[in-house]
């Protein structure tokens, strides 16, 4: 398969419900769990008006994003079904985008969350399966919204239970994975200015195979599509410290691991702990873009 379907495309360019939104500084995506479940306990919420709290707190650190999410996706979740999630998320959406003028994403992979949370306006479908969820690629291709494709070998039930890649080359594999994937968008009339990609932190990955990943996520700017990345708290970046409890380290931790992921090629940073990032992608951008000679 040629990668000319992809090479006239802009990594900066994301089309969205809104219209063509230009990336050219690291944008950060506030996270907003209406789940019991997820890993991280500060970012679940169970009613309206805490929600409303945790986007005020995410939209004044400086947040372009939140990603709204009803089902959690940690390793050794068990799935819900499509109307639990409308019952978490929908609410919370339209009280969102009555209150504040910030770009939204749902986190889901049901077609039926899909079309319901587009009616409500929201601006990406982040979906864990990379559309591949029965029903979910028709769906899509229904939209305009912009959706992010994100890479995931086997499943939140046992995707953390010894993962492995052939001959251990986890960046091969993440590759095959978005040239298949984007291949399919193609052959389904999706304008790829619409996509964004997701390696997948954690998700089917050992600790080795993320700090590779980061490591060496400029491979998967061939694609010349947005990179979301989503590292915040993970047990890899917790793996690293000598309290993994600590949240205040793990904070830290993170946000040193978006700084990275944005020197590295990372345009969209998915965090639990906006201001944290918003300050370390300071400091990268000018180590990034400031001339040597700048006193």
């Known amino acids: 398969m040629s990668e ?27 996270i907003i769990n209406a789940t019991p479940d997820s890993f991280y306990a500060p970012s679940r919420i169970n009613a309206v008006d805490q929600a409303l709290q945790l986007a005020e707190t995410h939209y004044e650190a400086g947040a372009q994003w939140l990603d709204i999410g009803g089902e959690s996706s940690r390793p050794g979740s068990q799935r819900i079904n499509a109307q639990t999630t409308l019952d978490r998320v929908l609410p ?16 889901t992979y049901h077609p039926e969350v899909m079309h319901a949370a587009v009616h409500e306006g929201v ?5 864990i399966k990379a559309l591949r969820h029965p029903g979910a690629l028709s769906e899509f291709v229904q939209q305009t919204t912009a959706g992010c494709l994100m890479h995931m070998q086997g499943t939140p039930e046992t995707m953390q239970q010894a993962p492995h890649y052939d001959q251990d080359d986890v960046m091969s594999a993440l590759e095959a994975f978005f ?28 600790i080795a195979h993320n ?11 061939q694609f010349n599509r ?17 309290d993994p409890d600590d949240t205040f380290a793990v904070g830290l931790g993170s946000s040193v691991a978006a700084g990275l992921a944005y020197l590295n090629g990372a345009h969209i940073i998915r ?4 201001e944290w990032a918003r300050h370390t992608l300071a400091i ?10 700048c006193l």
């Open 226 to 242: 947005p990179i979301l990345v989503g590292l915040s708290r993970k047990h890899c970046i917790r793996a690293q410290l000598k």
């Open 179 to 206: 040239k298949t994937r984007l291949q399919q968008c193609i052959e389904h009339g999706i304008d790829l200015s619409r996509i964004l990609i997701d390696p997948g932190f954690g998700f089917g990955k050992s």
């Open 211 to 221: 700090w590779t990943i980061l490591r060496q996520l400029s491979r998967l700017k």
């Open 271 to 274: 965090t639990h702990d906006v």
């Open 4 to 30: 000319y379907h992809w090479s006239t495309l802009s990594e900066r360019i994301l089309n969205t419900t809104q219209g063509a939104l230009t990336l050219d500084t690291p944008h950060l995506m506030g």
């Open 92 to 107: 919370i959406i339209k009280a969102i985008k009555q209150r504040f003028k910030i770009y939204l994403s749902i986190d």
């Open 284 to 293: 990268m951008q000018a180590y990034h873009t400031q001339p040597e000679n």
């Open 123 to 127: 601006d990406l479908i982040n979906d």
